[in-house]
């Protein structure tokens, strides 16, 4: 089955930098476009990057421009998002998903995707 475990969350302060990552399994990983996600509380999820199925084109929230990359490795089935330049309002749940349509393009809904990982909590304290 399609399984997605994030890891790299943490706690740190506003002005640092960190590395999530995500490894996909249970499927072909290089076939799908992938995303990250976060919701903060009483929020909801919001886009934050997508990356295409080979790993040139990506999208970002202007949220985040500038200041997350995403990408990936489909050698070892990884999807990750570096994050610098961290601010307060940064902090949330962030989750990775894949797309649900083979070959599909890259989405900012969360809609398009039709597997999540469990998350993985960034904290950001001032």
């Known amino acids: 089955q399609v399984q997605l475990v994030e890891s790299g969350g943490g706690l740190v302060q506003a002005g640092d930098s960190l590395r999530l990552s995500c490894v996909g399994s249970?499927?072909?990983?290089?076939?799908?476009?992938m995303a990250w996600f976060r919701q903060a509380p009483g929020k909801e999820r919001e886009f934050v990057a997508s990356i295409d199925r080979i790993g040139d084109s990506a999208l970002y929230a202007d949220s985040v421009k500038g200041r997350f990359t995403i990408f990936r490795d489909n050698a070892k089935n990884t999807v990750g998002l570096e994050m610098n330049s961290l601010k307060l309002e940064d902090a949330a749940v962030y989750y990775c998903a894949r797309h649900r349509d083979m070959w599909g393009i890259m989405a900012l809904m969360p809609d398009s995707y039709n597997y999540w990982g469990q998350g993985t909590q960034v904290t950001v304290s001032s």
């Open positions: 249970g499927y072909t990983f290089s076939w799908y476009a």
